[in-house]
């Protein structure tokens, strides 16, 4: 599996061993979820932007067919 560095300050470095402490788990499993989380955010949010201009243009669309 590839890997990745990140950097981070002090403070974030902190907060992000703080989190991961608190749900029992490893910084990298951590990170690595949230990474994720954010990945998949951003689909779905494209694809709900993408279904509502279909919506919103489907009159159109048919017109200009």
Known sequence: MAGLNLRFTEEELDALRARAESEGRSMQSFA??????????HSRLFNEAAEHVLKVSEELNRRLA
């Open 32 to 41: 690595h979820d949230a990474v994720i989380t954010a990945i998949n955010e």
